[in-house]
């Protein structure tokens, strides 16, 4: 008998019986659909077959010794490698319950016997179309997750490159030297790490935190893009109203950042940005702003970026060694710093740049 469905040609179709003879008719009946059957007597011998060779289609008997044939497809629908693999129930048992059982467990179709070939050649011709057509749209999906992921990847980079525009402005604004903004990130990052060789940090610091602070630091001042250039390059002292606009870069910048916060793993930057960002000016005692927070009410990152940006400074814009730069700060720790933190800067005090 020559079938005249879809193309089913290759396709392996698994036999399973414990009736020989009924073995045989099917595999004769799978021979005229140029598909390639393999037999198996039980369902655990069908397991082992499956395991050899991935069929895209599974023919069952129900009643079978050791393992029936509803046993074996939810043996096959628990894995998730053979899951999609259409079953077919051919049986004897023509009582609604055991025709509803079989759809429940996750067949896909119930043919009773006796064996009509053009019913089984047609029901396994539709049924390997849907499962080509089920392949073929995850594989669609698939692709089309990994062009979306890429695309997102490319509008958070974009968005970065922006962020680190407008800070490299603000840093311009603040007569910052153009390395400023580098250093401070390379800096983040080394000092991180030495917090997490820490048992007081060890917890909080990951390698992913790592390299997120390394990535938001650079943008702390960011919010200076918002002031005045007259008020940032002032040189003598600043009037109340000018010291409190200077101030509100704090607010700018989180709200610049917060504003980009949407889905995904750029959330954590953007986060920790913002964190930066707002509460990088506050004070270990509380004496400083926007909210005068203290000690562990600040975010750690933020400071870390207190102390990094304060050491950054010192050694550039007002050319201290790194030694001098140290002395001056170890007078402020436990004011403006926590002074754990100082005290792991120290010793890893040879690795900043």
Known sequence: MEYSGINADGKTILIVDDVEVNRVILEEIIKDMNCRPVLAKDGGEA??????????????DISMPEMNGYEL?????????????????????DAPQDIVEG??????????????????????????????????????????????????????????NILYALANIAAQNSLYDKEYIKRVGDNCRILATGMQLSPLFEEDVSDTYIDT???????????NIGISKEILQKEGELTREE?????????????????????SDYNDFILISTEIANYHHENWDGSGYPEGRKQDEIPLAAQIVSLVNRYCIL?????????????IMRGEAGVKYNPD???ICCKISRQLC
């Open 103 to 160: 759809f429940s467990i996750g067949g896909a179709d119930y043919i009773t016997k006796p064996f009509i070939p053009e019913e089984i050649q047609a029901r396994v011709g539709v049924h390997l179309r849907l499962y080509e057509m089920n392949r073929e749209l995850m594989e669609m999906n698939r692709r089309l997750q990994v062009s979306v992921s890429e695309q997102l990847k490319q509008m958070e980079q974009e968005k970065k």
């Open 73 to 93: 497809c939810k043996s096959l629908k628990d894995n998730e490698k053979t899951r999609n693999i259409p079953v077919i129930f051919i049986s004897a048992f």
């Open 47 to 60: 397991l082992e077959k499956v395991r050899e060779c991935l069929p895209q289609l599974i023919l069952t």
């Open 213 to 223: 602070i390394e990535l938001a630091a650079p943008l702390c001042d960011i919010g």
């Open 341 to 343: 933190i100082f005290e």
């Open 315 to 327: 050694t550039g814009k007002e050319e201290k060694s790194k030694e001098e730069a140290l002395a």
């Open 243 to 263: 010291l409190l606009e200077m101030q509100s870069h704090t607010n700018i910048g989180a709200r610049l950042l917060r504003d980009l916060h949407g889905s």
